[in-house]
């Protein structure tokens, strides 16, 4: 998905446009097929969209299930990759310069650093205080971080990242760590585009009420193939033009009496759609007869409007 702010919602959408059906383990045994691992599908799908864009920046987030280190460098020449951090992660110093005439293998990290989970009880970690706009939909929130270089190595294997380490002054969220493969990237940028992921989790949601996906009755494997990504598709196109006619008449979020929503929702974007298509010229062909009864506007008007919002 691509992460914009939707100028009609003042807040950031989640914008499906590619998408792979990633079977699961017992699914490919079963059928005796080699099984493909989740970060392998992102591999593939993120150096895709490089391609692509191959002159663009790409910011690619993705939560902790990509926080591997064989796919983060596998990317991170095309892609600038953001995922959780494990507190308890091996973190090291880059290895000191060697001299010359040194005996023995080179040194592939230095010293270890002080794990993240100990930094958080200690007293003489140095804090910053930061205002951090859109978190996770909430608005700003003002946390603590602490930032730093390191090489996150595990035994054969290792990758240069920026970790970012926070704590909510309230108290209310646990303390969390994040990863950036960008090592010169600001930490509060890193939040911000992170904290952009909860718009994922809304699209989904959305695309289940509203749309029907993961309530497909097909019998063959590939109309659900085909289904799925084609409902994903209609979810950004109907944002698409939510958006150009919002551009002509502004939407009216349509709220109830407990319900105050000032802004709309994506139940507004495809209500607008819906009575965009439904009320054009050339749709009313019916044709007149003695048995035609003609409906007033205003009743036509009504039954528009509450299809608009059915589910």
Same mark, same amino acid.
Request: proline fraction near 7%; charge should be positive; include cysteine.
């Given at each position: 998905?691509i992460?914009p702010?939707i100028?009609?919602?003042r &807040?950031?959408?989640g914008?499906?446009?590619l ?14 097929r080699r099984?493909?691992?989740l970060t ?6 993120l ?5 692509w864009?191959?002159? &663009? ?6 939560d902790?299930?990509?926080?591997s280190?064989?796919?983060l ?8 990759m ?16 060697r001299?010359?005439?040194?005996i023995?293998?080179p ?5 270890r650093?002080?794990?993240l =989970? ?5 007293p003489k970690?140095?804090w ?7 978190w996770y ?17 595990h035994?054969?294997?290792?990758v ?16 969390q760590?994040?990863?950036c493969?960008d ?6 940028n890193?939040?911000?585009w ?10 989904? =949601?959305?695309? &289940? ?9 097909q019998w ?7 289904t799925?990504?084609a409902l ?5 196109l ?6 150009e ?13 407990w319900?105050?929503?000032p ?8 209500a ?10 050339g749709?009313?062909t019916s044709?007149?007869g003695?048995?035609?009864?003609e409906?007033? &506007?205003?009743a ?7 299809a608009?919002?059915a589910?």
């Amino acid at each position: 998905m691509i992460l914009p702010e939707i100028a009609f919602a003042r &807040r950031v959408w989640g914008l499906p446009f590619l998408t792979a059906l990633a079977p699961s383990e017992r699914y490919s045994t079963q059928r005796r097929r080699r099984h493909k691992k989740l970060t392998d599908w992102g591999r593939q799908l993120l150096l895709q969209v490089a391609r692509w864009l191959p002159n &663009r920046q790409i910011i690619g987030v993705a939560d902790s299930s990509y926080a591997s280190i064989d796919l983060l460098n596998a990317v991170r020449s095309r892609v600038c990759m953001i995922t959780r951090l494990r507190l308890d992660a091996r973190l090291f110093d880059p290895p000191a310069r060697r001299h010359r005439g040194t005996i023995g293998r080179p040194r592939v990290v230095g010293t270890r650093q002080t794990n993240l =989970a100990e930094r958080l009880t200690d007293p003489k970690t140095r804090w910053r205080r930061v205002k951090v706009t859109g978190w996770y939909g909430r608005g700003e929130r003002i946390v603590e971080i602490i930032s730093g270089t390191a090489l996150w190595h595990h035994p054969g294997r290792f990758v240069p990242i920026r970790y970012v380490l926070v704590r909510d002054l309230a108290g209310e969220l646990r303390p969390q760590a994040f990863l950036c493969t960008d090592v010169k990237a600001d930490p509060i940028n890193i939040l911000r585009w992170f904290v952009r992921r909860w718009s994922i989790e809304v699209t989904f =949601a959305e695309v &289940r009420r509203h749309l029907g996906v993961e309530s497909q009755r097909q019998w063959s494997d590939p109309a659900i193939a085909r289904t799925t990504p084609a409902l994903l598709g209609l979810f950004s196109l109907v944002t698409l033009w939510a958006h150009e006619l919002h551009a002509k008449q502004p939407m009216m979020p349509r709220a109830a009496a407990w319900y105050a929503k000032p802004l709309p929702s994506f139940s507004d974007a495809i209500a607008l759609v819906r009575r965009e298509l439904w009320t054009r010229p050339g749709l009313d062909t019916s044709a007149n007869g003695p048995e035609t009864i003609e409906i007033p &506007r205003t009743a036509i008007n009504a039954l528009i409007g509450a299809a608009c919002y059915a589910a």
